[in-house]
């Protein structure tokens, strides 16, 4: 087994299905996101395990360079729209949702450092609902209109379940990566009960879960589908506001504020 960590030496690195471009974008790694390294026998490629989430997937090999010594101490997420970490000497952009260190790091002979940047605290978790509540909307509101893009997690280009891991993200709930994982977990809430923050996810008619949103109230949600917009909900799904027609159909609304538990970071 190999044990090393690999880091993201750029702002954002693509991650495939598959060790070539051609293959799906399943999700993308942040500048400095720590990586279990899984294989790196396909020359160009390396297949790794977020430390974040535990997503897998495979990305370029020269987009990421293996740790130097400890890691830092994890302070927490970038919290703002776009900013600009510092990577030997010269900056490179971070997007909303980048890990932010207390002290420099070293991958290979790239030196990062994230002096500067705000962020979200990672240990502090948002339980005050009226908190929790207007935090959520502030940072829900910031991807209103950013472009639907499958595997996208920033403000160039976003998913469904990406928007709501990166918007749970700021709050101190760490959810998992796609729409069908984040529905595993959670605690189920009826609609006319549900609040600003519950999920809600919705299902094809096989019964596999595709899509998610995060609920404004029990009669409105945000998502992506498109780009991130606001639509209606109710009992049968996702009325939407542009098309005039059903979009989405309703399959559970799971509630997970003080219900997580901490990412294993």
């Known amino acids: 087994m190999i044990h090393r960590i690999?880091?993201?030496?750029v702002g954002i690195c693509q991650l495939r299905t598959e060790p070539n471009h051609r293959a799906e974008l399943s999700s993308q790694l942040f500048l400095g996101e720590m990586l279990a390294l899984l294989d790196d026998t396909v020359d160009g490629w390396v297949?790794?395990?977020?430390?974040?989430?535990?997503?897998?997937?495979?990305s370029q090999a020269i987009q990421t360079a293996p740790l130097v010594g400890e890691a830092p101490t994890l302070l927490g997420f970038f919290n703002q729209s776009t900013g600009f970490a510092n990577v030997n000497g010269q900056p490179m952009p971070v997007f909303k949702g980048s890990p932010v260190y207390a002290s420099p790091l070293q991958a290979g002979h790239f030196a990062i450092s994230f002096t500067g940047l705000s962020y979200a605290p990672y240990q502090h978790r948002i339980t005050d609902s009226s908190a929790?509540?207007?935090?959520?909307?502030?940072?829900?509101?910031?991807?209103?209109?950013?472009?639907?893009?499958?595997?996208?997690?920033?403000?160039?280009?976003?998913?469904?379940s990406g928007f709501a891991q990166m918007v749970y993200r700021q709050l101190?709930?760490?959810?998992?990566?796609?729409?069908?994982?984040?529905?595993?977990?959670?605690?189920?809430?009826?609609?006319?009960?549900?609040?600003?923050?519950?999920?809600?996810?919705?299902?094809?008619?096989?019964?596999?879960?595709?899509?998610?949103?995060?609920?404004?109230?029990?009669?409105?949600?945000i998502h992506a589908s498109g780009k991130v917009r606001i639509d209606d909900i109710d009992e049968a799904g996702i009325w939407s506001r542009d098309q005039q027609k059903r979009t989405?159909?309703?399959?559970?609304?799971?509630?997970?504020?003080?219900?997580l538990p901490k990412s294993s970071l």
Not at 132 to 159: E, K, P, Q
Not at 248 to 259: A, E, G
Request: proline letters at 3%; one cysteine or more; glycine letters at 8%.
């Open 132 to 160: 929790l509540h207007a935090a959520l909307l502030l940072h829900a509101m910031d991807y209103l209109n950013t472009t639907y893009l499958w595997g996208g997690r920033t403000f160039s280009g976003i998913d469904c």
């Open 47 to 58: 297949k790794v395990r977020s430390l974040t989430d535990q997503y897998e997937g495979w």
């Open 248 to 259: 989405h159909h309703l399959h559970s609304i799971k509630r997970y504020f003080c219900s």
């Open 172 to 221: 101190g709930y760490y959810i998992q990566r796609d729409a069908w994982m984040q529905a595993e977990t959670g605690e189920p809430i009826h609609l006319d009960n549900a609040v600003c923050g519950d999920l809600a996810f919705f299902d094809e008619p096989d019964g596999r879960i595709t899509h998610v949103g995060i609920l404004l109230n029990n009669r409105e949600l």
């Open 6 to 9: 690999l880091v993201p030496v």
